[in-house]
């Protein structure tokens, strides 16, 4: 699997941490949001993190204070916050963050800064799976592509809404159109098989979807959608 940018969401407000979590995941990011100090400070102890995105006006204290816990010299900091006076931007900017964006942020400005921020630090991004919903085709990162069933695209498509996390066999089987009390697990079983096979037979290479026995399945590709 290609190396990809982890970022970690610092976000107090939940609709726009998962706003961002999503849009950055679904452009090839691995991004995972915290809502508080508290959590950031757990979540940095135990997972790998290249980038983080920082609100300062956090519900247990400023953000600027988690800077001073940790060394992320090696890192990079986006401050987001509302903040917006020139005095707040000077503070940010000395406490080490290599871009200050005052909310509200545009998503598609914030990935342009993640990619910029990306190459100084030498952080090598993903290459990125492409799932195509008009075409009905997969993209490989070698730029090949295959197309998909109906099924085959409804199964993905579910499947890539949460990248590099399990999706559940009952949420997969819904997607599908059936019904989770009387539809036959061993179908499904089938359909992943099968749609394996397609990819390593026309894209060559192995499909990045991974059987969480018990639970369901995960994509473990980046992927994007258009």
Same mark, same amino acid.
């Given at each position: 699997?290609?190396?990809?940018?982890?970022?970690?969401?610092?976000?107090?407000?939940?609709?726009?941490?998962?706003?961002?979590?999503?849009?950055?995941?679904?452009?090839?990011?691995?991004?995972?949001?915290?809502?508080?100090?508290?959590?950031?400070?757990?979540?940095?102890?135990?997972?790998?993190?290249?980038?983080?995105?920082?609100?300062?006006?956090?519900?247990?204290?400023?953000?600027?204070?988690?800077?001073?816990?940790?060394?992320?010299?090696?890192?990079?900091?986006?401050?987001?916050?509302?903040?917006?006076?020139?005095?707040?931007?000077?503070?940010?900017?000395?406490?080490?963050?290599?871009?200050?964006?005052?909310?509200?942020?545009?998503?598609?400005?914030?990935?342009?800064?993640?990619?910029?921020?990306?190459?100084?630090?030498?952080?090598?991004? !993903?290459? *990125?799976?492409? @799932?195509?919903? =008009?075409?009905?085709?997969?993209?490989?990162? &070698?730029? /090949?592509? +295959?197309? #998909?069933?109906?099924?085959?695209? !409804?199964? *993905?498509?579910? @499947?890539?809404? =949460?990248?590099?996390?399990?999706?559940?066999? &009952?949420? /997969?089987? +819904?997607? #599908?159109?059936?019904?989770?009390?009387?539809?036959?697990?061993?179908?499904?079983?089938?359909?992943?098989?099968?749609?394996?096979?397609?990819?390593?037979?026309?894209?060559?290479?192995?499909?990045?979807?991974?059987?969480?026995?018990?639970?369901?399945?995960?994509?473990?590709?980046?992927?994007?959608?258009?």
């Amino acid at each position: 699997m290609h190396n990809a940018v982890h970022i970690l969401v610092v976000e107090d407000e939940p609709a726009l941490q998962e706003a961002m979590v999503t849009y950055l995941n679904l452009s090839g990011f691995i991004a995972d949001g915290v809502g508080s100090l508290a959590g950031a400070e757990g979540w940095m102890q135990t997972h790998r993190f290249d980038i983080v995105i920082l609100d300062l006006g956090l519900d247990d204290g400023d953000g600027l204070s988690l800077l001073s816990q940790f060394n992320l010299q090696d890192k990079g900091l986006i401050i987001t916050t509302a903040r917006s006076e020139l005095f707040d931007r000077l503070i940010g900017l000395k406490a080490g963050a290599d871009i200050y964006l005052v909310k509200p942020v545009v998503l598609e400005e914030l990935v342009a800064n993640i990619h910029n921020l990306s190459r100084r630090l030498n952080i090598t991004p !993903a290459k *990125l799976w492409v @799932l195509d919903t =008009s075409s009905w085709l997969l993209e490989s990162p &070698d730029n /090949l592509s +295959v197309k #998909l069933t109906q099924l085959e695209m !409804a199964f *993905l498509a579910c @499947l890539v809404r =949460s990248p590099s996390e399990v999706v559940l066999k &009952d949420s /997969l089987i +819904v997607a #599908l159109g059936q019904d989770p009390s009387e539809y036959d697990p061993r179908r499904m079983e089938v359909l992943v098989r099968r749609l394996r096979t397609k990819i390593k037979n026309n894209l060559y290479c192995d499909a990045p979807i991974e059987t969480v026995h018990g639970q369901g399945y995960v994509f473990t590709g980046a992927i994007s959608k258009r």
